[in-house]
């Protein structure tokens, strides 16, 4: 089974701009959760996705949105880039999200850097 | 509050010795534990998982404790080896409502020196 797979692995973006990050998850997988990961912060929960719909969001702004397409496919977007959010964006797919047992299975990830 | 607390922040340790990682945590309702390897510029990888009635699990070279009754869990490495230099993550699952949600550490980052 191939893994789960995210692009572009690495972006160079300016303040102000947007930018779209893709996931496609491991075959069957039907939730997908995106994390944002900076060295003293560690992995920063943005949302999760299960059968195209949110499920659950963690506490950052508007600016960071996301959505599931029905192949469980996900994009997330980042709108008005700030310099912090330069930072390694991880991408999970799993069965059921967090409510089995089951482990999530990353992405490599993307690094953004913003300057 | 619902914390997850890794410690050291960081260690190095010469191949071939033993080490071990601590996770605390202050989580309730407990559901489960979960310590994931992330090596340098990959994502985090699954070793094992504790659930609430588990003391002590394996996977190979990796054994993990966990007492429910401290809120503790451990990480022991047996006779490391130059690939175990990564980053070692604790995360707790709690029940919240319907859901699960996930608290993680700031991980241990470990190297391991010929």
């Known amino acids: 089974k191939a893994g789960v797979t995210q692009t572009p692995r690495y972006l160079i973006k300016t303040r102000g701009q947007q930018v779209t990050l893709s996931c496609s998850p491991i075959s069957g997988h039907r939730s997908v959760s995106w994390y944002q990961q900076t060295p003293g912060q560690g992995l920063q929960f943005l949302f999760e996705?299960?059968?195209?719909?949110?499920?659950n969001k963690g506490n950052f702004p508007g600016r960071f949105s996301g959505r599931q397409f029905s192949n469980s496919r996900s994009e997330m977007n980042v709108s008005t880039l700030e310099l912090g959010d330069s930072a390694l964006y991880l991408c999970?797919?799993?069965?059921?999200?967090?409510?089995?047992?089951?482990?999530?299975?990353f992405g490599n990830g993307t690094r953004l850097t913003v300057t | 509050k619902n914390q997850v607390e890794q410690s050291p922040q960081s260690l190095i340790i010469l191949e071939g010795k033993n080490c071990t990682l601590q996770c605390n945590y202050t989580v309730s309702p407990f559901s489960n534990l979960r310590w994931y390897k992330q090596d340098t510029g990959r994502g985090p990888v699954s070793l094992t998982i504790m659930t609430f009635s588990e003391n002590t699990k394996s996977n190979g070279r990796y054994t993990a404790t966990l007492d429910a009754d401290t809120k503790q869990s451990s990480l022991h490495i047996t006779a490391s080896q130059l690939s175990d230099s990564a980053s070692y993550i604790c995360?707790?699952?709690?029940?919240?409502?319907?859901?699960?949600?996930?608290?993680w550490g700031l991980g241990t980052s470990l190297a391991v020196n010929p």
């Open positions: 999970a797919s799993s069965l059921w999200g967090n409510n089995d047992n089951s482990p999530l299975h």
């Open positions: 996705y299960f059968s195209e719909t949110q499920r």
């Open positions: 995360v707790v699952s709690f029940n919240a409502g319907n859901n699960r949600k996930l608290i």
